[in-house]
């Protein structure tokens, strides 16, 4: 199938005169065509073991679409596993100290009465039996485990000793006990739980709080990140079915709109649902992880994959129309559609080849499942499509042409030109006007199209970037505005990590530096509002000092209840200060947030521990922090490269500088225009619209390739660039139009996900198909037009360039 893009013999820099030229692509292209020719005849004769093959497949992607996996926004899915910052975070952190907490929110008019505090214990002893829990803290707890110390029962007192148990300085009560009217119990997992294995023991929690008869007036809440979690996992899985159906809806109007000229218009939709379909196979063949980013994999590999199956059916509705010949319009059609749209592929392909290069996996995840689905679409539309159109639209229609029709087009043939169209469609019509209005001031069209993108590029940089996954979901989740509401009155989870490693961790001047710089961070640092670690934890079990002798500091820390202490120390070489910075990840966002991580590096660097200990900064805060700013700052650098890459491989193929410039040229000015509309429209940048570049490289890059491709196939039978570019537009016009416009209402059906950061990517990705059809039919036009015009200047030009950076050599020019 390469063959079918040309055999690269030589590799020239520059191309010869026009002449030269079409004369050195039709030799290069003999090949080529003989072997798009013996694949048309093959498809044509060959229906029924094709059809046979589809069923196989299909059959194949249902079975393995069932192993696709569900995941959240984890930080597996934020990292990955061979990074410096994933070691430390899941090998010193996360094993030894991580843990995930469901936390139930209890509120009654005193939590502290002793009808709450006995329905509470009964479900903190229920819910330790369960499978996989390490512990639960509660009130009750405290309460029933003190009355046990002094008299041997543990059992809930009387109101009057609750009080007095209560009202004791303890930085444990302090935490889940804020006021009288609120507790929190928290029930804690290890963390290296499965996201199915957490939603079995949210619901376990939520079963056995039914079962322990809390009093009528007591409001009970479970939240906490499993919770939430959990709850997006389901919403993902209920909210894709009614998207890809809203898609298909719109898809089809678009369609009825713009592609009514030829018979069976809707038969793009269903070829690639059929590749979208297998690519639901592959994805749980490969076990890529269904998130929040992958699920909009799919919308982009139907709104990308429709343009193939539309260029195979107009091609073959025009090759009908001309012979009413079904088997040589197959055979035409793969002759001269496979080449450019298999070209259309490889570059698409290559902007999502970009994000592979990302840092962060579920990034990578969606650019590699866009690189299979586009492949699958392909096939599909290649074979199945044109099977299809064989054998329904091709034998029923048995058309055959008038006399008038097969002399003009026997003549038209004869003359190296194409036979008369009419006056063409209502878009036919308009595009060919646009394109000549842009031709006769193109000097108007460059120079605004270059202002504008310019502007807009310089305008990215000011666009900010959401950062809180929690701004990603739909904010009416009820689990989510319970998370809310537990933030409030607790004042926020957020938290900063920092892991303290050393020979001995106890050592006294060890647990001094310790305590001694989270004094000094509470206190410089306003974002910081409390602190927990052994040191704190040792001082308070001895009476608010730390002891200078280690024997009585590890009897203090022995005697720290085990489910408290391990969250703080692991052995006796590893500890973790725990920074309490409330709300303050969510409300500063990343740029925020890494500022304040900067910041406490630079304390660490001015007040340093003992010798031979080392300190440094993890946690969950952390890590999303750290990726997030990479991934937004990499996304210029990702579409630089992507750019790179097309450039060279269209340079490969054709050997020809004009026309390896310019698909890349109009990307350009989209990706401009797309940095300027998001800064004037207010809108953020996510870890999706991140691969907004790659996206833009992808759609733009199509269009242009196969606009150029038909406009080179004309001007070799015409010979003048302006009627090559006329015929061009009229005869493949109608059918951009109509792929892109489809593209553009099936991208629209992400508006309407309850996912924001779906519906965000939805719009920008809606705003960049149209901006890259509209580059098509102007910017392109004039390019495509004025680079043909005046070739060997332009060729001389960028041989003065490229001798100038010394990138060829002097006798190459």
């Given at each position: 199938?390469?063959?079918?893009?040309?055999?690269?013999?030589?590799?020239?820099?520059?191309?010869?005169?026009?002449?030269?030229?079409?004369?050195?692509?039709?030799?290069?292209?003999?090949?080529?065509?003989?072997?798009?020719?013996?694949?048309?005849?093959?498809?044509?004769?060959?229906?029924?073991?094709?059809?046979?093959?589809?069923?196989?497949?299909?059959?194949?992607?249902?079975?393995?679409?069932?192993?696709?996996?569900?995941?959240?926004?984890?930080?597996?899915?934020?990292?990955?596993?061979?990074?410096?910052?994933?070691?430390?975070?899941?090998?010193?952190?996360?094993?030894?100290?991580?843990?995930?907490?469901?936390?139930?929110?209890?509120?009654?008019?005193?939590?502290?009465?002793?009808?709450?505090?006995?329905?509470?214990?009964?479900?903190?002893?229920?819910?330790?039996?369960?499978?996989?829990?390490?512990?639960?803290?509660?009130?009750?707890?405290?309460?029933?485990?003190?009355?046990?110390?002094?008299?041997?029962?543990?059992?809930?007192?009387?109101?009057?000793?609750?009080?007095?148990?209560?009202?004791?300085?303890?930085?444990?009560?302090?935490?889940?006990?804020?006021?009288?009217?609120?507790?929190?119990?928290?029930?804690?997992?290890?963390?290296?739980?499965?996201?199915?294995?957490?939603?079995?023991?949210?619901?376990?929690?939520?079963?056995?709080?039914?079962?322990?008869?809390?009093?009528?007036?007591?409001?009970?809440?479970?939240?906490?990140?499993?919770a939430l979690m959990n709850s997006i996992t389901?919403?993902?899985?209920?909210?894709?079915?009614?998207?890809?159906?809203?898609?298909?809806?719109?898809?089809?109007?678009?369609?009825?709109?713009?592609?009514?000229?030829?018979?069976?218009?809707?038969?793009?939709?269903?070829?690639?649902?059929?590749?979208?379909?297998?690519?639901?196979?592959?994805?749980?063949?490969?076990?890529?992880?269904?998130?929040?980013?992958?699920?909009?994999?799919?919308?982009?590999?139907?709104?990308?994959?429709?343009?193939?199956?539309?260029?195979?059916?107009?091609?073959?509705?025009?090759?009908?129309?001309?012979?009413?010949?079904?088997?040589?319009?197959?055979?035409?059609?793969?002759?001269?559609?496979?080449?450019?749209?298999?070209?259309?592929?490889?570059?698409?392909?290559?902007?999502?080849?970009?994000?592979?290069?990302?840092?962060?996996?579920?990034?990578?995840?969606?650019?590699?499942?866009?690189?299979?689905?586009?492949?699958?679409?392909?096939?599909?539309?290649?074979?199945?499509?044109?099977?299809?159109?064989?054998?329904?639209?091709?034998?029923?229609?048995?058309?055959?042409?008038?006399?008038?029709?097969?002399?003009?087009?026997?003549?038209?043939?004869?003359?190296?030109?194409?036979?008369?169209?009419?006056?063409?469609?209502?878009?036919?019509?308009?595009?060919?006007?646009?394109?000549?209005?842009?031709?006769?001031?193109?000097?108007?069209?460059?120079?605004?199209?270059?202002?504008?993108?310019?502007?807009?590029?310089?305008?990215?940089?000011?666009?900010?970037?959401?950062?809180?996954?929690?701004?990603?979901?739909?904010?009416?989740?009820?689990?989510?505005?319970?998370?809310?509401?537990?933030?409030?009155?607790?004042?926020?989870?957020?938290?900063?990590?920092?892991?303290?490693?050393?020979?001995?961790?106890?050592?006294?001047?060890?647990?001094?530096?310790?305590?001694?710089?989270?004094?000094?961070?509470?206190?410089?640092?306003?974002?910081?509002?409390?602190?927990?670690?052994?040191?704190?934890?040792?001082?308070?079990?001895?009476?608010?000092?730390?002891?200078?002798?280690?024997?009585?500091?590890?009897?203090?820390?022995?005697?720290?209840?085990?489910?408290?202490?391990?969250?703080?120390?692991?052995?006796?070489?590893?500890?973790?200060?725990?920074?309490?910075?409330?709300?303050?990840?969510?409300?500063?966002?990343?740029?925020?947030?890494?500022?304040?991580?900067?910041?406490?590096?630079?304390?660490?660097?001015?007040?340093?521990?003992?010798?031979?200990?080392?300190?440094?900064?993890?946690?969950?805060?952390?890590?999303?922090?750290?990726?997030?700013?990479?991934?937004?700052?990499?996304?210029?650098?990702?579409?630089?490269?992507?750019?790179?890459?097309?450039?060279?491989?269209?340079?490969?193929?054709?050997?020809?500088?004009i026309k390896a410039l310019l698909p890349v040229?109009?990307?350009?000015?989209?990706?401009?225009?797309?940095?300027?509309?998001?800064?004037?429209?207010?809108?953020?940048?996510?870890?999706?619209?991140?691969?907004?570049?790659?996206?833009?490289?992808?759609?733009?890059?199509?269009?242009?390739?196969?606009?150029?491709?038909?406009?080179?196939?004309?001007?070799?039978?015409?010979?003048?660039?302006?009627?090559?570019?006329?015929?061009?537009?009229?005869?493949?016009?109608?059918?951009?139009?109509?792929?892109?416009?489809?593209?553009?209402?099936?991208?629209?059906?992400?508006?309407?996900?309850?996912?924001?950061?779906?519906?965000n990517f939805g719009m920008v990705t809606v705003?960049?198909?149209?901006?890259?059809?509209?580059?098509?039919?102007?910017?392109?036009?004039?390019?495509?037009?004025?680079?043909?015009?005046?070739?060997?200047?332009?060729?001389?030009?960028?041989?003065?360039?490229?001798?100038?950076?010394?990138?060829?050599?002097?006798?190459?020019?």
């Open positions: 199938m390469f063959r079918l893009v040309g055999n690269i013999r030589t590799f020239a820099i520059l191309a010869p005169g026009r002449s030269q030229a079409l004369a050195v692509q039709r030799g290069n292209e003999a090949h080529a065509m003989n072997g798009s020719e013996q694949l048309g005849r093959w498809i044509s004769n060959n229906p029924i073991i094709i059809i046979f093959a589809t069923l196989l497949i299909t059959l194949s992607a249902v079975h393995y679409a069932q192993q696709i996996e569900m995941q959240g926004l984890t930080t597996e899915s934020m990292v990955g596993k061979d990074s410096a910052l994933y070691q430390v975070y899941d090998h010193l952190y996360v094993q030894n100290f991580g843990t995930a907490s469901i936390a139930v929110l209890i509120e009654a008019g005193d939590v502290a009465k002793p009808e709450v505090l006995r329905a509470m214990l009964t479900f903190s002893d229920k819910m330790k039996e369960a499978p996989d829990v390490l512990s639960v803290t509660s009130i009750a707890d405290i309460v029933a485990d003190t009355e046990k110390e002094s008299s041997g029962i543990r059992a809930i007192p009387d109101q009057e000793r609750i009080d007095e148990i209560l009202s004791a300085d303890n930085p444990i009560l302090a935490a889940i006990l804020p006021d009288r009217s609120h507790t929190m119990l928290s029930i804690e997992l290890p963390v290296s739980l499965t996201e199915s294995e957490q939603g079995e023991l949210y619901q376990e929690t939520r079963g056995q709080l039914q079962l322990a008869s809390f009093p009528a007036d007591t409001r009970l809440t479970v939240t906490g990140d499993p389901a919403e993902m899985a209920e909210s894709n079915g009614p998207i890809l159906l809203l898609a298909a809806f719109l898809m089809i109007v678009a369609l009825l709109i713009t592609f009514n000229q030829v018979k069976w218009s809707l038969l793009p939709i269903p070829i690639v649902f059929l590749g979208v379909g297998w690519t639901f196979g592959a994805m749980g063949l490969l076990h890529i992880p269904f998130t929040m980013v992958s699920m909009s994999a799919f919308p982009v590999l139907i709104g990308i994959g429709i343009d193939y199956a539309i260029q195979f059916q107009n091609r073959i509705n025009e090759e009908f129309t001309r012979t009413g010949q079904p088997q040589k319009a197959v055979i035409e059609t793969v002759k001269h559609v496979t080449k450019p749209v298999i070209i259309a592929l490889i570059i698409t392909s290559i902007g999502f080849v970009s994000l592979l290069t990302s840092s962060i996996p579920m990034i990578r995840d969606f650019g590699l499942l866009c690189l299979i689905g586009l492949i699958l679409c392909f096939l599909s539309a290649l074979f199945v499509g044109v099977t299809i159109l064989y054998i329904a639209v091709g034998k029923r229609l048995n058309y055959q042409p008038t006399d008038e029709h097969s002399t003009q087009d026997t003549n038209a043939d004869d003359r190296g030109e194409v036979g008369p169209r009419g006056e063409g469609t209502i878009f036919e019509r308009m595009l060919t006007e646009i394109s000549g209005f842009c031709i006769e001031r193109w000097q108007l069209v460059l120079a605004l199209a270059l202002l504008l993108s310019l502007a807009g590029i310089y305008s990215d940089t000011q666009v900010p970037v959401d950062t809180d996954f929690k701004n990603y979901v739909p904010q009416d989740l009820p689990p989510l505005i319970d998370y809310w509401h537990m933030s409030q009155t607790f004042g926020g989870t957020d938290s900063i990590q920092l892991l303290v490693q050393a020979d001995d961790v106890t050592d006294p001047q060890v647990l001094e530096w310790m305590d001694e710089f989270s004094i000094y961070l509470k206190g410089s640092r306003d974002q910081i509002l409390g602190y927990t670690s052994i040191a704190s934890l040792t001082k308070e079990a001895n009476q608010g000092t730390l002891p200078k002798d280690r024997t009585i500091i590890r009897m203090l820390i022995d005697a720290l209840p085990a489910n408290w202490r391990d969250i703080y120390l692991d052995g006796h070489n590893t500890a973790v200060i725990d920074l309490n910075v409330g709300q303050t990840i969510t409300i500063l966002g990343t740029e925020g947030s890494d500022r304040l991580m900067k910041e406490i590096e630079k304390d660490i660097a001015w007040n340093p521990p003992p010798a031979g200990v080392s300190v440094r900064m993890t946690g969950d805060a952390v890590v999303m922090t750290t990726v997030i700013t990479a991934l937004t700052k990499g996304r210029t650098e990702m579409t630089l490269f992507g750019l790179l890459l097309i450039f060279i491989v269209l340079l490969a193929i054709y050997r020809d500088l040229l109009p990307m350009l000015v989209v990706i401009g225009w797309m940095g300027g509309v998001m800064y004037i429209s207010g809108m953020k940048y996510t870890p999706l619209t991140a691969c907004l570049g790659a996206l833009i490289l992808g759609v733009g890059s199509e269009y242009a390739i196969l606009m150029m491709e038909r406009f080179y196939e004309e001007l070799e039978k015409i010979g003048d660039p302006r009627k090559a570019l006329s015929t061009a537009t009229r005869a493949i016009g109608s059918a951009l139009i109509a792929s892109g416009l489809t593209t553009v209402f099936g991208f629209a059906a992400l508006i309407s996900s309850p996912f924001l950061i779906t519906n705003l960049a198909i149209v901006f890259a059809l509209a580059t098509t039919f102007t910017v392109f036009v004039v390019l495509i037009y004025r680079m043909e015009l005046r070739r060997e200047l332009v060729k001389n030009a960028i041989a003065g360039i490229f001798k100038a950076f010394r990138l060829i050599r002097p006798e190459e020019s």
